[in-house]
């Protein structure tokens, strides 16, 4: 039997409704939703950074 714990107090899974088990399905794909965002974010943070060292590296050096 799977547990899970909410504000505290934890639940048997298998006791649950079918739409607290849902409700728990989709929170925990939002969870792996955001945690996806924050990696494209990071990646996308990094490949700006680079970007941006590439273009002051190309600016005239005499400005």
């Known amino acids: 039997m799977a547990k899970v714990k ?11 409704s079918a739409e607290a088990k849902d409700n728990l399905t989709n ?12 990696r494209d974010a990071a990646i996308t943070q990094t490949a700006r950074n680079a970007y941006a060292a590439a273009l002051k590296s190309a600016l005239p050096k005499d400005a």
């Open 27 to 38: 929170m925990r794909l939002c969870d792996e939703r955001m945690q996806q965002i924050k």
């Open 6 to 16: 909410i504000d505290g107090k934890e639940y048997d899974t298998d006791a649950l």
